[in-house]
């Protein structure tokens, strides 16, 4: 997505709350472009969850489609969740008491579990959990996929594309093993960040070191 369509799509959005609520012509008078125009940027935010269309009577007239932003559209405007995120973290690691940051570290990793499901449909074989695992994470909008293990090994491995927590990891990469700690505590087995964006790596690589026993791998992978 272009600098310049992210700019466009930040302008409409914040009008709408200022609006409450506003038609095609509210928006064409507020930005100063036709109709067609704004209505396609209505359609491509309407398809992607930031905008949704209602009915409303105005002025005893006719019945009219008036536009509004949607909790998702809400949340893009102005989210400053991952920058209080970074400052929290920083706080908790400048903590002199080692139990109390290690406590609250812990704490921090429960709630990290606890938002990827816990170990709910966590069962079966573990390559059905690591692939349930990548359906929780791409829920929350990770861009995260299950790869074959570039070192032959029979197990995927969980590839990440972008960094969620780059904020965090920005002020602190050990914010990296406290992630491949949630993960393993999901999974039921140890896991090793094998491949990390802060050291260089094009995206970040979770793998199982070896298949424990009882379980199978898939031969797909």
């Given at each position: 997505m272009s600098l310049i369509r992210i700019n466009i799509d930040h302008e409409l959005l914040s009008l709408l709350p200022r609006l409450e609520s506003a038609t095609v012509q509210d928006l064409c008078d507020a930005l100063g472009v036709t109709a067609t125009a704004v209505r396609q940027r209505l359609n491509r935010l309407q398809a992607e969850g930031f905008v949704e269309r209602e009915v409303e009577r105005r002025d005893r007239g006719r019945p009219c489609h008036v536009y509004k932003l949607t909790a998702q559209g809400v949340k893009s405007l102005g989210d400053d969740h991952a920058e209080i995120a970074a400052i929290l973290w920083k706080s908790i690691a400048e903590i002199d008491s080692p139990a109390i940051r290690q406590q609250l570290i812990q704490s921090v990793k429960n709630a990290l579990v606890r938002r990827f499901g816990s170990q709910e449909g966590m069962?079966?074989?573990?390559?059905?959990?690591?692939?349930?695992?990548?359906?929780?994470?791409?829920?929350?909008?990770?861009?995260?996929?299950?790869?074959?293990?570039?070192?032959?090994?029979?197990?995927?491995?969980?590839?990440?594309?972008?960094?969620?927590?780059?904020?965090?990891?920005?002020?602190d990469s050990t914010f990296c093993e406290l992630e491949q700690s949630v993960f393993s505590e999901l999974l039921g087995v140890p896991?090793?960040?094998?491949?990390?964006?802060?050291?260089?790596?094009?995206?970040?690589?979770?793998?199982?070191?070896?298949?424990?026993?009882?379980?199978?791998?898939?031969p797909h992978f």
């Open positions: 069962t079966g074989s573990l390559v059905g959990r690591l692939q349930t695992l990548c359906e929780k994470l791409s829920n929350q909008g990770f861009d995260v996929e299950l790869a074959a293990n570039p070192e032959g090994r029979l197990l995927p491995i969980i590839r990440e594309h972008n960094c969620p927590y780059h904020e965090l990891v920005a002020e896991v090793e960040l094998s491949s990390c964006r802060v050291d260089g790596d094009r995206c970040c690589e979770f793998s199982i070191a070896t298949s424990p026993i009882g379980e199978v791998a898939d």
